[in-house]
């Protein structure tokens, strides 16, 4: 039975949603072909190409962002697609590669480390491939993969379009998709939006439009050229998820009128707070020093804690959670989120509450 008791949540995905978000949640339905729904869908562009940094159109799809994830393949993958694996969901796209019927090969490295621009480089002068995929912030893991570096590499080779995933960094950092050259960038609601799940979002590069038209095996629901020629008349292709695009639309007031450069200080900031305490508590990080996270920390479990019995403390005294590490890294790992709505009190509060329930 679901229970009204509310347990904050300080784990990466989904994150805490505000009061405010949830309101917005209660606007009155629209007509999904109405001009007033044109009206929101066409008014959050702008804001959205900022955050984006693209002069293309943002696309909302009634989805997670794998929906994309999988869309990106079936769009674009004409002869092969390079992988990029350094974690679980960056591990999951090869296999999604694979389910979708195209050829693909795996750049993988150990989880906890980056993708390095030199093997990027080595596995696509092999030949074969027009099409790669990045996953910028590894979530599992903690991983940051150097996405400027790794965009120059691709861009020496002009048939290759450049698939990224930007589900947990997206609005915590710049990402300028045009400047980049990237060709599908993506991310989803529950993240950095600190939006309940179901939504995702997308932009297109016009020559990733080119390539998709080239192919015949799109399918419907995540044809980027019926996304296209929808959102000429400010329309989506099938059913919009209305209630979650009001609440986009307030996340993207809160994050304008704070500063989209102030937002960015502020998660770098947060992010800095954690790290001082895992130094100072005697753990040490999953990733590498200069390719970690800005919005979530993964901590290496080196003083042999009961994770799990820590979060059980932690939840039952203050009613909040951290994560206990993903697949394979569970009690290996824990992680802590400062993603999204969080500032310097809520982090800081959970970061004594830790103190108070850590295991002796």
Known sequence: MPTNEHVKLFIPGPVEVSKKTFHAFCSPMIGHRSGDFKKLYGGIQPRLQTLF???QPVFLSTSSAWGVMEGAIRNLVAKKVLNCMCGAFSDKWF??????????????????????????????????YDAI????????????NPLKEIA??????????????????????PIPMDELGIDVLLTGS??????????????????????????????????FLEFKKNQEQDMTPSTPVISHIYALCSKLDDIFEEGVDVRHARHARLNGIV???????????FAPDGYRSLSLTCVKNTRGVDVAEWIKR????????????????????FRISNMGDENEETITALLAWLDDTLPA
């Not at 120059?152 to 915590?172: E, N, W």
């Not at 309940?196 to 080239?214: H, I, K, M, N, Q």
């Not at 932690?314 to 790992?333: F, P, S």
């Open 53 to 55: 940094g693209t002069r």
């Open 95 to 128: 296999d999604v590669s694979k389910r979708c019927g195209k050829e693909a090969g795996a750049l993988q490295v150990e989880w906890g480390q980056p993708i390095l621009p030199a093997q990027v480089d080595a596995a696509l002068a092999a030949g074969g």
């Open 133 to 144: 995929t990045l996953i910028h912030n590894e979530t599992s893991c903690g991983v940051r």
């Open 152 to 173: 120059a590499v691709v861009k020496k080779y002009p048939g290759v379009l450049f698939i990224v995933d930007t589900v947990s960094s997206f609005s915590t950092e």
């Open 190 to 223: 529950q993240k950095a939006l600190a939006l309940p799940p179901g939504l995702a979002l997308f932009s297109v590069s016009e020559r990733a439009f080119e390539r998709a038209a080239t192919l015949r095996d799109r399918g419907y629901y995540f044809d």
């Open 275 to 285: 790290h001082e305490w895992v130094t100072s508590r005697g753990f040490e990080f």
């Open 314 to 333: 932690l939840r039952e005294k203050y009613r909040c959670v951290i994560d206990g590490g993903y697949g394979k890294l569970k009690g290996a790992t």
